[in-house]
């Protein structure tokens, strides 16, 4: 699998922290010279990208999205089912090798695979594929900053090339939000535990202790979801029908709302997703599930 490492002409300390970082784990990659605030003013695609939704662009954030965007054009024109994008500021734990080598199964219906934590908690898929050597992926279920290193398929990446006029927002936020009409098109995963950090966000972050675990509360919900359809007649011997309103007074429509909510918290969870195998640097560490309504 070909890795780009996308690296500004100015900044050669970043690329030479790449270099002894990637080297220490035996992958080989390819410099791709990243398009500044001023160059980006005369790209081609420059005046296809629309207005961003919220606020304006700053001029670093145009120049950062061109850059993906030239990768990847190398990944649509190449000749790898996946590529990996890499920004310059990374630490990797080892077992990010071998998957880029090809010996780790990785889901055969991916488009895109995020590889780096950021130290905030994500909504995910309980559910892991595609498992073994400690690692799982695990479908992004809600925005997940950061486009500091992931695997895009050679298919994603020419869909991506055609679709610039939708990016209305930071590359990240586009490509990892399942809210955003780009991130919502794509089949997006999570590989746990990352295998990327980036310094900025290592630095600040050290140990960090792990909270509560989850356990009791999907044990809690298991038990809410059941008094729910109980009360609904959902899923009851001999099938009962639903009556028009629960014994506690709430509406069909709302049990079904409810009894969504329920299935939502049995079938994701919301995590600090953390860091490596190999706990250098030190780990980020998973989190409890969180609230209702996470996630997207």
Not at 149 to 160: E, F, H, K, T
Not at 165 to 187: C, K, N, Q, T
């Amino acid at each position: 699998m070909r890795v780009h490492v996308i690296n500004l002409a100015a900044a050669v300390e970043r690329l030479a922290h790449m270099t002894r970082v990637l080297g220490a784990a035996g992958i080989a990659f390819e410099r791709f010279d990243a398009i500044d605030a001023v160059s980006a003013r005369s790209h081609r695609c420059f005046a296809r990208i629309p207005p961003m939704a919220e606020r304006g662009w700053a001029p670093a954030e145009i120049g950062c999205l061109l850059s993906h965007y030239e990768v990847w054009h190398r990944i649509a024109s190449g000749g790898d089912p996946f590529a990996a994008v890499l920004e310059d500021d990374l630490f990797v734990d080892p077992a990010l090798e071998p998957l880029l080598d090809g010996r780790r199964q990785i889901p055969g219906d991916a488009d895109l695979i995020k590889l780096e934590t950021t130290g905030i908690e994500v909504s995910l898929s309980r559910i892991a594929r595609c498992c073994g050597a400690g690692i799982g992926f695990h479908r992004l279920r809600s925005l997940h900053h950061g486009s500091g290193a992931y695997l895009l398929s050679r298919r994603a990446a020419g869909i991506l090339i055609d679709r610039i006029e939708a990016f209305d927002a930071p590359v990240d936020d586009a490509l990892f939000s399942p809210a955003h009409p780009i991130g919502g098109s794509l089949r997006a995963y999570q590989v746990v535990p990352a295998l990327a950090v980036q310094g900025v966000i290592l630095a600040p972050t050290g140990h960090a202790p792990a909270l509560a675990s989850g356990i009791e509360r999907v044990r809690t919900v298991a038990r809410d979801l059941h008094a729910a359809m109980a009360q609904s007649g959902h899923g009851l011997p001999g099938g009962a029908a639903a009556p028009a309103r629960s014994r506690d007074g709430m509406s069909a429509a709302a049990v079904a709302r409810r009894l969504r909510s329920l299935r939502k918290w049995l079938l994701e969870r919301r995590m600090v997703v953390p860091y490596g195998l190999i706990s250098q640097p030190s780990p980020l560490h998973e989190t409890s599930m969180a609230g209702e309504g996470a996630g997207g």
